[in-house]
């Protein structure tokens, strides 16, 4: 078991910035490929931002945030980001840590983000 714990969450006023952390074992980040996603009311769970392997190496982001989020991790630090700008209220939602590989898929528990005036 992979336990992730996000933070960083809260309301933010349209076109605000946040940035959301996730803390994960060491090992987790040379083992499994690690992502962002969210979640919003009445909505399935997305896709937000990813790394394309265990290595880091490139990102991919989903095309409603492109331009606007940024993923990064730190090794160092047993962390992973997400840096968000611009926000829109349609960005509001839970958004999750993920790690996956190994045939496993670990979520953390979501941090709310709320965009509104």
């Known amino acids: 078991q992979v336990q992730l714990v996000e933070s960083g969450g809260g309301l933010v006023p349209p076109g605000g910035s946040l940035r959301l952390s996730c803390v994960a074992p060491?090992?987790?980040?040379?083992?499994?490929?690690m992502a962002w996603y969210r979640q919003a009311p009445g909505k399935e769970r997305e896709l937000v931002a990813a790394?394309?392997?265990?290595?880091?190496?490139?990102?991919h982001y989903a095309n409603s945030v492109k331009g606007r989020f940024t993923i990064s991790r730190d090794i160092s630090k047993n962390t992973m980001y997400l840096q968000m700008n611009s926000l829109r209220p349609e960005d509001t939602a839970v958004y999750y840590c993920?790690?996956?590989?190994?045939?496993?898929?670990?979520y953390g528990q979501g941090t709310q983000v709320t965009v509104s005036s």
């Open positions: 790394f394309s392997s265990s290595a880091g190496g490139t990102t």
């Open positions: 060491a090992f987790t980040f040379s083992r499994y490929v």
């Open positions: 993920n790690a996956r590989g190994w045939g496993n898929d670990y």
